[in-house]
């Protein structure tokens, strides 16, 4: 058997520093195995054709190789390997959204001089065998910060990064592992859907209790034939650059039956726990600092199920990567008009549920971003706001910087005759509302909607002043509480305010 290593593992890599690094592959059983990086050296044998060994943790450095050689003459050279920042990048299409599509791409491509920032994007595979039917040839290696690779990295991914890299100086790694449209119960191993979340696997069963596999699978690779054709892959790549500016037009049918199949079929990269098998093991434990995460569209049919998954799909990836504590950093929705752009049912429970598993999961930090979405536009094309808050969130949490990273988030209301006065936290020096008037602001008395009402900033607070508000009445402040607005009071730190609904 030949000696190997998981793809993962190669030249350019950048190893998560101050962790212990795991490393493992294959090779003949019984054999021993000797990986040696930076005069250090650790042996295993292998086990019914696998191995994994454990180097102990290392400082930042650059420029290093790794020689992995088994005890039957085979050996493997890793070169210009990096120790540094690792962070695993997952989600749907905005975490997936490449640079060549980001609005700022001209701009970013000229200083894509960076050696010390890497990228490594594995493979979307949703099945066995695929990796051998299809074309990956833009998959599975790392790339460093060039002119020629810049387009390549997800644009989450890469603001990220470089945000990192500037406060910490040391080699940052992104590892690109996900799927655009997928739900996050395609991103956990089935033990962890019980309970409520029995439903996920259960959409599985459905479609496999009557289904003809010779002609779904005859019907799938067909179908995937076409989204591979050159022209495809063109005219997929010309729809995420270009903005949508109006609603999403559907001249078509669905078939229920049909629809379910490519949802929840045996080879579809959205059913419950399939990418969780056919990529995210397949990268896990690489050693790495935490999680980046950009999803949620496509849950918004069981938003109210999504914290106990979300929060069960976080559990599965720490017990996974065997920490705990790993750092879970993700993104609220931003503003969409879904149920006028889209098959989507309102971001608005989605984006309560995210900021639900930030209040609840221990070491889970949320970057809002109400102030850059697109109205029609599910991939907004603006995304140095995102990487750079999600990159806060790590260098306060973390890195331990003493920087103000949340946003704005109201923490109570006091109501008078006359007004009402909402507190907030994380406000640093103070509010500030970038216009006129406080945008998506909304007032309600006695479950009535109020128009004759002024707001104002006066500090951490914003007051509220209209005629109709009374100590005796029912009051309701919603902010942001809509799909499609645009967020503008900031804080200090120009991080817009997070959505609330507060009454008293």
């Not at 029995?198 to 995937?224: A, G």
């Not at 900021?355 to 697109?374: F, W």
């Not at 990273?405 to 909402?422: F, I, N, Y």
């Amino acid at each position: 058997m030949t000696l190997s290593v998981a793809m993962i593992f190669g030249n350019n890599m950048v190893l998560q520093r101050n962790k212990k690094i795991v490393v493992w592959g294959e090779a003949e059983s019984g054999s021993s195995i000797t990986v040696k990086l930076n005069g250090v050296t650790a042996s295993v044998t292998a086990v019914e054709g696998k191995w994994k060994a454990e180097l102990p943790p290392m400082e930042a450095c650059t420029g290093c190789e790794m020689h992995i050689e088994d005890d039957k003459g085979q050996s493997i050279e890793l070169k210009n390997v990096a120790i540094g920042e690792v962070w695993i990048a997952g989600g749907q299409s905005n975490m997936e959204m490449g640079m060549y599509a980001d609005a700022d791409f001209e701009e970013a491509k000229k200083e894509a001089n960076n050696p010390n920032i890497r990228f490594f994007d594995y493979p979307r595979v949703s099945y066995d065998g695929q990796m051998d039917a299809e074309d990956y040839s833009d998959f599975g290696f790392w790339r460093t910060l060039t002119e020629e690779d810049i387009e390549f990295f997800s644009a989450v991914g890469h603001y990220f990064a470089k945000m990192l890299y500037n406060e910490l100086d040391v080699p940052v790694g992104i590892v690109g592992c996900n799927w655009g449209g997928s739900p996050a119960a395609a991103w956990m191993d089935e033990s962890y859907l019980t309970g409520e979340l029995e439903c996920y696997l259960k959409d599985n069963e459905e479609v496999l209790e009557n289904l003809d596999m010779d002609r779904y699978v005859k019907d799938f690779l067909t179908e995937r034939a076409r989204m591979n054709s050159p022209e495809a892959k063109e005219a997929m790549k010309k729809m995420m650059k270009t903005p949508m500016l109006k609603p999403m037009e559907f001249n078509f049918q669905f078939d229920e039956s049909k629809m379910r199949e490519f949802m929840n079929g045996p080879y579809s990269p959205f059913r419950a726990s399939g990418l969780y098998h056919t990529m995210l093991e397949k990268i896990m434990p690489y050693t790495a600092a935490g999680v980046i995460w950009y999803q949620g569209e496509a849950d918004t049919h069981r938003a109210n199920l999504y914290d106990k998954l979300f929060g069960e799909m976080i559990r599965c990836w720490r017990d996974g990567w065997n920490d705990e504590n790993l750092p879970f950093l993700f993104v609220q929705l931003a503003p969409f008009e879904a149920l006028i752009a889209s098959n989507c049912q309102s971001f608005v429970p989605v984006r309560e549920m995210q900021e639900k598993v930030s209040k609840t999961v221990p070491n889970s930090y949320m970057a809002c971003i109400m102030d850059v979405g697109m109205e029609f536009d599910i991939h907004p094309k603006k995304k140095k706001p995102v990487g750079e808050r999600l990159a806060l969130l790590a260098l306060a949490n973390v890195y331990d910087r003493d920087i103000l990273c949340e946003s704005p988030e109201a923490v109570g209301m006091q109501k008078t005759d006359g007004s009402v006065v909402v507190e907030f936290e994380y406000t640093g020096e103070g509010l500030y509302i970038d216009g006129d008037k406080i945008n998506a602001l909304e007032l309600y008395v006695d479950g009535g909607s109020v128009d004759e009402f002024t707001a104002s900033v006066d500090g951490s607070k914003v007051r509220i002043d209209s005629p109709h508000i009374t100590g005796e009445a029912n009051v309701e402040v919603r902010f942001a509480w809509v799909d499609y607005c645009v967020v503008n009071l900031y804080n200090s730190a120009g991080l817009p305010a997070k959505p609330f609904v507060l009454k008293g």
